[in-house]
């Protein structure tokens, strides 16, 4: 080589270019090797950055990485941050960027969050449905262990801890007032069902809503059964809470 005896390559030098040819048909493994390096590293920053981005709380699912690289690559980053403690494992394929509280400290999900995240992310419509929608309007008091949401996406059923969170396929009659508080009353008071619904769980329901929930149940209305129509005008005839 020029400047020296063969073979000597003085400190600060730039090698030639035919030099760097030689090399790189001498060894071409180690340049394999740098580019995929460069590649997971850059993935792996991708996938953080999406997830602080989100902030605490935020439940996902290796799909929701799915345009940063491939399937191994997007399991090695989430096992990699996993054991690092930066995420949470809540069951298989679920995760999340826990939440904290200042008393309690690390904090569970919430229901919503898990089936959002369940849904996948162009999944936006589900319902609360069952038990688990009319606790949410008060009319029981005891959270289900087993939690189910209507979806327009796929089913699917996850365990995390003690509880099973549900997601389970419906028509598009059903999904038509999901995310309103009439899909909402519609789900719990089919839950409770026509012959255990009386003025008592009535009375409780007009106390819930208040105007603005009420006029939602009067546009709503076409999409309700005959006999939770009945109801929706006996609440609206109430008038709203303030």
Same mark, same amino acid.
């Given at each position: 080589? &020029?400047?020296? &005896?063969? /073979?000597?390559?003085?400190?600060? @030098? ?11 048909? *001498?060894?071409? +493994? ?10 997971? %590293?850059?993935?792996?920053? $991708? ?5 602080? =981005?989100?902030?605490? =709380? ?9 345009? !940063?690289?491939?399937? +191994? ?16 494992? !809540? ?7 826990? /939440? ?9 999900? @919430? ?8 849904? /996948? ?6 319902? &609360? ?5 009319? %606790? ?5 008091? $005891? ?9 327009? =996406? ?7 801890? %003690? ?30 069902? $026509?012959? %255990? ?16 929930? *009420? ?28």
């Amino acid at each position: 080589m &020029p400047g020296g &005896p063969r /073979g000597l390559i003085k400190k600060g @030098s730039t090698l030639p270019a035919e030099a760097v040819i030689v090399l790189t048909q *001498k060894h071409p +493994n180690i340049c394999v090797r740098n580019n995929m390096k460069k590649r997971k %590293n850059t993935v792996d920053i $991708q996938i953080i950055n999406r997830i602080y =981005g989100h902030g605490r =709380g935020w439940v996902f699912t290796p799909d929701h990485f799915k345009d !940063l690289g491939s399937r +191994n690559a997007i399991a090695s980053a989430l096992k990699r941050y996993k054991q690092k403690g930066s995420i949470r494992q !809540l069951a298989r394929g679920l995760y999340d960027y826990p /939440g904290i509280d200042p008393e309690l400290g690390v904090i569970q999900p @919430s229901m919503e969050a898990i089936a959002k995240a369940l849904a /996948g992310r162009d999944a936006t419509r589900m319902q &609360p449905t069952g038990a688990y929608a009319a %606790n949410l309007l008060g009319l029981t008091t $005891q959270v289900p262990m087993r939690i189910a949401f209507l979806t327009d =996406g796929l089913p699917r059923t996850v365990q995390v801890g %003690n509880r099973q969170i549900t997601l389970k396929q419906t028509t598009p009659r059903n999904m038509a007032t999901a995310g309103r508080i009439s899909g909402l009353v519609i789900q719990a008071l089919r839950h409770l069902g $026509q012959q %255990n619904v009386n003025d008592q769980i009535i009375s409780q329901l007009s106390r819930r809503l208040d105007g603005d929930a *009420k006029a939602q149940l009067l546009k709503d209305v076409r999409y309700a059964p005959a006999w939770i129509a009945d109801i929706f005008r006996q609440l609206i005839d109430k008038g709203g809470s303030k």
